[in-house]
């Protein structure tokens, strides 16, 4: 293991994360199995009480666990240095076969917890606890993929070893790697493209329909995942090209280094919060006729939306910055 | 109304120094009426003043809110019937703001500022303009004859007139339910009869009352329309209309 402060940060905040998490996940399926909002029993008023410090803890918990995103894809970032054959994030995650699966379960988690997060507050906002059994439901489900999570991440940071040789980035996103990488960067450039900006144009025209009218709300959520995947296809497939200004370099990881300007971390950012707040939007909708719900989960996935359209147009004018200003220009 | 269904308090609960201070109490109170709970010292009143004034929640049971001013209340019926002690705190909050005027028995007001900012202190987090609350405040002062003191310390003024501006301060957000706990027992009998007065005012204008007292002259007075009788928690007479 390398003792990093970095790596000692997120193994003690993934400990402390899945410490909470238990703790919130055995309440919850209390209040799963004996919630009656009838009863005036000590049990059911003692799980009205317990609720609000769980849905407290769990606010900062999941928050972190938001932000540990960032801060593992900046470890990793980080830590290339020490590894022979590493140039960035890339390399470092290939160190162990734990690097890539932590890094899509973080992916995944940072989306489940965003969604939860905006459940929550919708509850939260509801005086006749509308939304506790989704929210607990939701947590129980999410909960074991953290600590899975958690499982990883130990695995992956205890088997860092410095001697190890690992592969570059240039080897693992080129045109003919088998594998994800491969497939992503091998994907055409100019379909891509086209796919990219009428999906964030389908996205802006629903969303906008959907904010004036209040209609087609699963549309634009629809949308809104489809186009974060077309994006996240296109960030391998042609966007980075445009910031490394090499039409082989396929690297999702290289656009977060200091040559870049960081890019990559306002990048992800934007893409992951629109996705989140898009998304979010159409699971709160068949939620919407719960009690006090059907006033707040409106107002609610306005500004969602609002969210999730500035974030994905700031994603699409810095991608778009960046094809026209850029000197590099992709052949046929 | 209100309406409390089976409420019990115990405080350190599953401990071994567990006290029940309100125990299976079940009570209407009935709107635009005055409510008077009689007992001994530690016969659960006080306690059961701030589980109706949304101060504590009970351990187990409820309270209902019928007639509740529900606009802060999403998705509320119109009704306005509402069981209060499940709500989440900043609903608690807002009824407390909006619905009930609270008069202690130590009066409570805030020592090294002036009569009149301590009449609109419970009045600021509604929002209101300065200059509104303001006017609000000083008519509610003259009212009860003490705007001559409106700039002057609290801290320099008698028991009755501490407790006018206590008064003055439970009205200021216009409440439909006045709470007073032990509101004469710092009072000689002249200032006592004198409060009772304003408690008529109140029930005149349609006010909901509800006291706390052990003093005779609260609760024989005829003003009450209720006497509730409690001793170690429970309720052992309860003489009223029903």
Redesign the interface.
């Known amino acids: 293991m390398i003792m990093h402060p970095a790596v000692l940060a997120l193994l003690i905040g993934s400990s402390l994360t899945s410490f909470m998490l238990f703790y919130a996940v055995w309440y919850g399926i209390r209040i799963l199995a004996k919630w009656d909002i009838k009863s005036g029993s000590e049990l059911q008023l003692s799980l009205e009480r317990r609720t609000y410090l769980i849905s407290t803890i769990l606010s900062y918990t999941l928050a972190f666990q938001i932000l540990s995103l960032f801060l593992f894809i900046y470890t990793a970032d980080h830590l290339h240095t020490l590894f022979t054959g590493a140039m960035c994030a890339a390399g470092v995650l290939k160190v162990n076969a734990f690097g890539y699966p932590l890094l899509l379960l973080k992916i995944a988690d940072f989306l489940l917890a965003g969604i939860w997060l905006i459940i929550n507050h919708a509850d939260t906002r509801g005086y006749d606890y509308p939304l506790i059994r989704v929210k607990y439901a939701l947590l129980v489900a999410i909960a074991p993929l953290i600590l899975l999570e958690t499982f990883f991440q130990f695995e992956y940071f205890l088997g860092l070893h410095a001697d190890v040789i690992t592969s570059c980035c240039g080897s693992l996103f080129s045109l003919d790697k088998p594998g994800i990488g491969g497939d992503l960067a091998s994907l055409p450039a100019a379909p891509m493209e086209m796919a990219f900006y009428a999906g964030m144009a389908a996205t802006a025209i629903s969303g906008l329909y959907f904010y004036r009218k209040g209609r087609g709300g699963y549309i634009f959520s629809g949308f809104s995942f489809i186009t974060f995947l077309i994006a996240v296809a296109s960030l391998v497939s042609f966007i980075c090209l445009y910031f490394y200004e090499l039409p082989t370099h396929h690297c999702p990881f290289c656009i977060l280094q200091r040559e870049y300007g960081y890019t990559g971390y306002l990048l992800y950012i934007t893409l992951l919060g629109g996705g989140v707040a898009g998304m979010g939007t159409g699971l709160l909708l068949p939620l919407a006729d719960r009690g006090s719900m059907t006033k707040v989960i409106p107002a609610l996935q306005r500004k969602l939306t609002a969210a999730n359209l500035f974030l994905y147009l700031l994603f699409t004018l810095m991608v778009s910055y960046r094809m026209i200003f850029s000197s590099f220009r992709l052949g046929n | 109304m209100i309406e409390l269904?089976?409420?019990?308090k115990s405080f350190n609960?599953g401990k071994s120094n567990q006290f029940t201070a309100v125990q299976d109490v079940s009570l209407s109170i009935e709107p635009g009426r005055v409510t008077v709970l009689k007992g001994p010292s530690g016969s659960g009143k006080t306690t059961l003043l701030t589980l109706i004034g949304c101060m504590a929640?009970?351990?187990?049971?409820?309270i209902m809110f019928h007639g509740l001013n529900t606009a802060s209340?999403?998705?509320?019926g119109e009704a306005g019937e509402?069981e209060i002690?499940?709500?989440?705190?900043r609903?608690l909050t807002g009824i407390r703001r909006a619905s009930f005027g609270f008069i202690f028995q130590h009066f409570n007001l805030v020592r090294g500022i002036t009569v009149l900012e301590n009449v609109m202190l419970p009045a600021y987090p509604v929002g209101e303009g300065h200059g509104i609350m303001r006017k609000r405040a000083l008519r509610l002062l003259e009212m009860f004859d003490i705007s001559r003191h409106a700039l002057s310390r609290v801290d320099f003024l008698s028991g009755g007139e501490s407790q006018r501006v206590a008064i003055a301060r439970a009205l200021i957000n216009n409440p439909s339910v006045i709470i007073a706990d032990e509101p004469t027992a710092h009072l000689d009998t002249m200032l006592s009869r004198e409060f009772m007065g304003i408690v008529g005012s109140f029930k005149n204008e349609g006010k909901t009352i509800l006291i706390a007292s052990h003093d005779p002259l609260v609760y024989d007075s005829p003003l009450a329309d209720k006497v509730v009788e409690m001793r170690d928690g429970r309720i052992t007479h309860d003489v009223g209309p029903p």
């Open positions: 269904q089976r409420v019990t609960a929640r009970p351990t187990s049971g409820r209340f999403p998705g509320a509402v002690t499940s709500l989440p705190e609903f």
